[in-house]
């Protein structure tokens, strides 16, 4: 069974950093396209930076130059260092990985941002 574990989210203070972590078992990384999304309340699903298997990255508008993602495909692990944060950052940040059709999402880790 397709299983995606993230973690550390928290509360943090505006202008603070966090890093998430999420690890997979069930499916492996490495030559597929992973990433972040996040959700907050009565707002749409937003993709927030997204990894193909040649390292190539995309990022939200609102995120560039403040969220860095990374993998580790030995630990088949996706991360997002997130600095300057803002509270428009708070929401459930969910992590995902393409393998072919098939499309696998973790539970999600919340990240809230006190002003």
């Known amino acids: 069974q397709v299983q995606l574990v993230e973690s550390g989210g928290g509360l943090v203070q505006a202008g603070g950093s966090l890093r998430l972590s999420c690890t997979a078992s069930?499916?492996?990384?490495?030559?597929?396209?992973m990433g972040w999304y996040r959700q907050a309340p009565g707002k749409q699903r937003e993709l927030v930076a997204t990894?193909?298997?040649?390292?190539?990255?995309v990022y939200a508008d609102s995120v560039k130059g403040r969220f860095t993602i990374s993998r580790d495909n030995a630990r088949n692990t996706v991360y997002l260092q997130m600095n300057s944060l803002k509270s428009e950052d708070t929401a459930l940040y969910y992590c995902?990985?393409?393998?072919?059709?098939?499309?696998?999402w973790g539970q999600g880790t919340q990240v809230t941002v006190s002003s």
């Open positions: 069930g499916v492996i990384f490495s030559g597929n396209v």
């Open positions: 995902y990985v393409k393998q072919g059709v098939a499309i696998y």
């Open positions: 990894m193909t298997s040649g390292r190539s990255t």
